[in-house]
């Protein structure tokens, strides 16, 4: 008769089917919930914004389901239906901006270098290398190139409507749940406990303070351009003013990198009134709001160096899409988390 199997080697064997089984329900799962991972993890971030407010509003009502449909309600009437009406007009002006122009056969075989104010005043040798340029040629493929990206945007949006819907969904149950959530997750680390809330305090207060802090000062800052904007009569202000959200995050310019453009537009377009009252209004209105409101919005609520805040919103733009703008950040402080738990020994086992 075969010899049984001693019972380390059946243990050892029934470890490494339970591993190999759990892998394969592991990826299961994970094919499973793919499509929504961007929008769970924008719903947990928002979780993490608005988790202060739902708190106080919990304590008011007494009632954990009554004041999470509370903070759902707000968040739709406060965040989504504004950025949903902006995003609509924003994506009306491009059309019109671009029926009025670039998808204009006529605009586009008429315009031409020369007619431009400033061509004269170039140098000689400039001039007769712009001379080469075919502009119509260059603005039927930027035609070509925006009507096919804003056709791909709204063939999507049966998709953005049903992921709203998940994500308000996930959000509820964020908000009910967060403390059984957070117990969870503590449970199933191997670390420390205080090590597991030292980590997850140091997430929250980034996630917040990217928000609160830059976000927040440069969405300010993108709605009185885009008064600016509008009051001068610079064609598009929406468009205009979401540049300057983006643009209000790089060092040292800052905002200036879309504001002078539009300045420059007006004048050499024959307005040069308006040109200097955008200007002036760029200089005292949007330029000041970054010194005024920075120090006391932010403070010190995030202590990452500016040029690693730039590099993580603008890669996680890139990898992420638009919530990338706090994932971004949000992976690099858990990066630098985990980089501090290191350098102060944590793989030492008395640590761990």
Not at 108 to 122: A, H, K, V
Not at 138 to 146: D, P, S
Not at 186 to 201: C, R
């Amino acid at each position: 008769m075969p010899r049984l199997g001693t019972s380390s080697d059946h243990q050892r064997i029934a470890k490494w089917f339970f591993l190999l089984i759990f892998a394969g329900a592991g990826l299961l799962f994970w094919k499973v919930l793919e499509p929504f991972v961007i929008v769970l993890i924008t719903a947990a971030i928002v979780g993490i914004l608005v988790a202060p407010l739902e708190h106080h509003i919990r304590l008011w009502t007494g009632h954990p389901k009554v004041s999470a449909l509370i903070m759902i309600a707000l968040v739709l009437s406060a965040i989504v239906l504004p950025l949903a009406t902006i995003a609509l007009l924003t994506a009306d002006q491009a059309v019109q901006i671009l029926q009025d122009t670039l998808a204009n056969p006529l605009w586009t075989q008429s315009f031409t270098l020369r007619s431009l104010p400033f061509f004269d005043l170039l140098p000689t040798i400039l001039v007769s290398q712009l001379a080469l340029i075919d502009p119509a040629e260059i603005l039927r493929g930027i035609a070509t190139w925006m009507v096919q990206n804003i056709g791909t945007i709204f063939a999507s949006s049966a998709d953005i409507v049903f992921k709203t819907f998940i994500f308000f969904v996930s959000l509820y149950f964020f908000l009910l749940d967060r403390e059984k959530i957070k117990a969870e997750l503590v449970l199933l680390s191997p670390l420390k406990h205080s090590i597991d809330n030292a980590v997850a305090a140091r997430l929250v207060a980034t996630v917040r303070g990217v928000v609160f802090g830059s976000l927040i000062v440069a969405v300010i800052q993108g709605v009185i351009a885009g008064v600016g904007l509008a009051i001068f009569g610079v064609p598009g202000p929406l468009i205009w003013a979401g540049l300057v959200v983006i643009a209000a995050q790089v060092p040292m310019v800052g905002t200036s990198v879309i504001m002078l453009p539009a300045v420059a537009y007006l004048f050499v377009s024959g307005h040069v009134p308006q040109a200097i009252g955008l200007l002036i209004w760029s200089l005292c209105c949007v330029g000041l709001i970054d010194n005024l409101l920075q120090p006391i919005i932010v403070g010190g609520r995030t202590r990452m160096h500016a040029l690693l805040i730039l590099l993580s919103m603008l890669g996680g733009l890139n990898a992420f899409g638009p919530i990338g703008f706090v994932l971004g950040p949000t992976v690099l402080a858990a990066f630098l988390v985990l980089l501090e738990l290191y350098k102060s020994g944590i793989l030492e086992s008395k640590q761990i």
